[in-house]
């Protein structure tokens, strides 16, 4: 790879696509005046260390295949405060992203400087695993704030600190085509504030039309901006069809909310034979 293949404008550096490898003798030029970085997917092999004397680096977009290696690609960077992750993936690990235990910092609290940055994962990936919440010494807690795509259908967190809606949201819904069959709605449960051992992020469920009582529009806090999903209130003697545990309860009517937009689920009630307004 040589210098004239680059595409640098006002700090942008573009790797090209089709570039599988990358050596710091071919960055070296660059290394002080990129802000933003793009590493397009056929990149397959980034040496250790080329892009630790980028110290103006703010963001990054690269392949999911180097979540495992970030730290030592990028090692002593400190301005660093977005990170996009392309490309699908059935698993990603991000639990080595430790900060440290307090007292001993890791690769990457010297790498973020000890402040919050944003990973954006915009891929089909089907599985997350995420550390557990660090505090550094001063007390304050250290860790990532995840954007995650609607495609995730488990989110493992380490630890037993709890994460909420400050720490993971979901990106842009993305809808079945179909979502009834027969009296049966099959929609996508709305993760909630959760705990370490809380699975239920966007599972799907299976819903009967016969047992909701109501639904109406319901904004939900889940996503990186201000989205309208729907809330179902159900029969309470009939929650045995659902295999959920623990539902949501308002006024002693259990609840669901779900992604799917109020005027989608009310229009594939109707199909399944709801006839209640």
């Known amino acids: 790879m040589t210098d004239t293949k680059y595409e640098?404008?006002?700090?942008?550096?573009?790797?090209?696509?089709?570039?599988?490898?990358?050596?710091?003798?071919?960055?070296?030029?660059?290394?002080?005046?990129?802000?933003?970085?793009?590493?397009p997917e056929s990149v397959l092999k980034i040496a250790e260390g080329v892009f630790k004397d980028c110290y103006d680096l703010e963001m990054i977009t690269l392949p999911t295949r180097f979540v495992s290696s970030f730290d030592k690609i990028f090692q002593h960077n400190s301005n660093i405060n977005k990170i996009v992750f392309v490309g699908d993936a059935q698993n990603l690990d991000f639990?080595?992203?430790?900060?440290?235990?307090?007292?001993?910092?890791?690769?990457?609290?010297?790498?973020?400087?000890?402040?919050?940055?944003?990973?954006?994962?915009?891929?089909?990936?089907?599985?997350?695993?995420?550390?557990?919440?660090?505090?550094?010494?001063?007390?304050?807690?250290?860790?990532?704030?995840?954007?995650?795509?609607?495609?995730?259908?488990?989110?493992d967190v380490q630890g037993t600190d709890k994460w909420t809606d400050e720490d993971l949201f979901f990106l842009s819904p993305k809808f079945k085509e179909n979502?009834?069959?027969?009296?049966?709605?099959?929609?996508?449960?709305?993760?909630?504030?959760?705990?370490?051992?809380?699975?239920?992020?966007?599972?799907?469920?299976?819903?009967?039309?016969?047992?909701v009582t109501y639904?109406?529009?319901?904004?939900?806090?889940?996503?990186?901006?201000?989205?309208?999903?729907?809330?179902?209130?159900?029969?309470?003697?009939?929650?045995?069809?659902?295999?959920?545990?623990?539902f949501s309860r308002m006024d002693g009517y259990p609840y669901v909310d779900v992604w799917e937009r109020y005027d989608i689920v009310l229009?594939?009630?109707r199909n399944a034979g709801w006839n209640k307004k």
Do not use: M
């Not at 599985?127 to 304050?140: C, I, M, P, Q």
């Not at 370490?196 to 819903?207: E, F, L, N, Q, V």
């Not at 999903?229 to 929650?239: E, I, K």
């Open 8 to 39: 640098l404008s006002d700090g942008k550096l573009i790797i090209p696509d089709g570039v599988t490898e990358i050596y710091k003798d071919s960055i070296d030029g660059y290394l002080g005046s990129v802000k933003e970085l793009v590493i």
């Open 95 to 155: 639990s080595s992203w430790s900060w440290g235990n307090g007292y001993t910092e890791s690769t990457y609290s010297k790498i973020f400087s000890h402040h919050k940055p944003t990973i954006v994962i915009d891929g089909e990936i089907k599985h997350l695993t995420v550390g557990a919440k660090f505090f550094s010494r001063n007390g304050n807690v250290s860790q990532y704030k995840f954007f995650i795509n609607n495609y995730i259908e488990d989110v």
């Open 179 to 211: 979502i009834v069959e027969g009296n049966v709605l099959n929609l996508t449960l709305c993760p909630r504030s959760t705990f370490y051992d809380d699975k239920r992020w966007s599972a799907p469920i299976a819903i009967k039309a016969d047992i």
């Open 215 to 246: 639904v109406y529009p319901k904004p939900l806090q889940c996503y990186e901006d201000d989205y309208e999903g729907c809330r179902l209130l159900l029969l309470g003697n009939r929650l045995e069809e659902i295999a959920i545990d623990d």
């Open 267 to 269: 229009n594939a009630l």
